[in-house]
Nanobody, 128 residues
Framework: QVQLVESGGGLVQAGATLRLSCAVS????????MGWFRQDPGKEREFVAA????????YYANPVKGRFTVSGDNSKNTLYLQMNSLKPEDAAVYYC?????????????????????WGRGTQVTVSS
């Protein structure tokens, strides 16, 4: 059974930096994509960033492009989300997810339905 555990969330002021981690355990050989999503209370969960596990393809949602960076460490089975210049509108619960499905375009990596396993999330709060 694949398990994902996010960490690194917290309360920060606008303009600050946070680095989220997603530790993946279990039989992940063959998993293709890793993604980050977020959900603010009262809103639908939305795509943030995703990458092919090998790092060959990386995609970002427009609201975070230029501020967030997704990366992975295969040796540690860990996915990261570096978040710079945080804004109050970035506040949400952040989730990581993994998928076995092949993707080649943004619309696929951003589609929540392709991800088979999800973490429980880590809270990010940004004060103005």
């Amino acid at each position: 059974q694949v398990q994902l555990v996010e960490s690194g969330g917290g309360l920060v002021q606008a303009g600050a930096t946070l680095r989220l981690s997603c530790a993946v355990s279990g039989p992940i050989f063959g998993y293709y994509a890793m993604g980050w999503f977020r959900q603010d209370p009262g809103k639908e969960r939305e795509f943030v960033a995703a990458m092919k596990w090998s790092g060959a393809r990386i995609y970002y949602a427009n609201p975070v492009k230029g501020r967030f960076t997704v990366s992975g460490d295969n040796s540690k089975n860990t996915l990261y989300l570096q978040m710079n210049s945080l804004k109050p509108e970035d506040a949400a619960v952040y989730y990581c997810a993994v998928s076995r499905d092949y993707c080649s375009v943004y619309e696929c990596f951003a589609n929540q339905a392709i991800y088979q396993y999800w973490g429980r999330g880590t809270q990010v709060t940004v004060s103005s």
